[in-house]
């Protein structure tokens, strides 16, 4: 008895540490994302930014190639651009290193963050 719930314990122990590993990766993913979003969402229309219309509009070419060097250590990720909107999403894989022992490796996590591009002040008067 004093082996099986010696085990038990372990493995509950195992658990809380690979569980608490696994909210750092979805947390270290979520940061990577909005950071990502942040950087994409920066890459407005050329076209559009000297018009003195309110509409900012983020171009999909130049948003993936930012994200794109945001992110050039990872390879799972995508953005989706819509209007003055950038999403993204990053996936990381956390190795386990108790519940290996019970066959399960590794973990899956993903992030995902929006960013929106605003116009800023340009005059006395946007204040």
Known sequence: MFVTLSVALVMLGGLAYDGAQIL???REASTMALEAARAGAQAISEELLYEKTMTVLVDPSTAQIAVSEYLSQHDDWSISVQGDTVSATVWLTQPLQILSLLGIDSRRVAG???ARAVRGISTGNDL
Do not use: D, I, S
């Open 112 to 114: 995902t963050a929006t």
């Open 24 to 26: 750092n990766a979805r």
